[in-house]
């Protein structure tokens, strides 16, 4: 427009050996048209410019918007499967602790049984030696007194027979001698 303008001021300077006046006017209504319509293209384009400044501004808004609310719904997408994994986890866990407290308390009760098996052989090989000893005591013990007690039944008897041999009695009163050496033995708790 500007380089419009100046052909035609040139035009007009050499036309200007024409009568000044008309030509001055001529001028002067042709640089007016130019300025409006310069004026107006610019206003045009300022509206233009406004008009594609608005649209971008407006697409860009709404791209953003777009973005942010994809955005958004991958954010809580993401979210949402991140809590479902953590629950997943979460509630994998007690099963995990629950299944390796269930392995221990069956390995243990296992060491336990076989501790108990092997306690209870022990007791009762124990108990089975202690019983054989006192058998064996209780055996002894047993010829011990029969011994004693044979010792002192013959004993009696050869005391009675003494006594028997040194007096001659009767039948009754041999009786009677042995009943009554066999008393004082009981008394005496020889046998």
């Keep these: 427009l500007t380089k419009k303008y100046m ?8 036309a200007s050996e024409t009568p000044r006046t008309d030509s001055l006017k001529r001028t002067q ?16 384009i300022i509206r233009n410019t406004k008009t594609f400044t608005d649209k971008s501004t ?11 609310q994809n955005y958004a719904v991958l954010y809580g997408e993401t ?10 986890i979460v509630a994998t ?10 392995n221990e308390l069956t390995s243990l009760r296992s060491i336990l049984q076989d501790e108990l098996k092997r306690s209870q052989e022990e007791a009762r090989k124990i108990i089975g030696q202690v019983y054989k000893e006192v058998e064996t005591e209780i055996e002894n013990y ?7 007690l044979d010792d002192s039944i013959l004993e009696i008897v050869e005391q009675v027979s003494r006594k028997v041999l040194a007096k001659e ?22 046998f």
């Design 169 to 190: 009695i009767s039948l009754e009163e041999h009786e009677k001698l042995v009943m009554k050496a066999l008393e004082e033995a009981k008394r005496q708790e020889i």
């Design 58 to 68: 407006n697409l860009l808004t709404q791209e953003i918007q777009n973005a942010t």
């Design 7 to 14: 052909l035609l001021k040139e035009e007009k300077v050499k």
């Design 79 to 88: 979210l949402r499967r991140i809590q479902d994994e953590s629950v997943k």
């Design 142 to 148: 047993k010829e011990k007194r029969m011994k004693q």
């Design 93 to 102: 866990i007690p099963n995990d602790v629950k299944e390796s407290v269930i």
């Design 29 to 44: 209504i042709e640089a007016q048209k130019l300025i409006d319509e310069a004026s107006q293209k610019a206003q045009e």
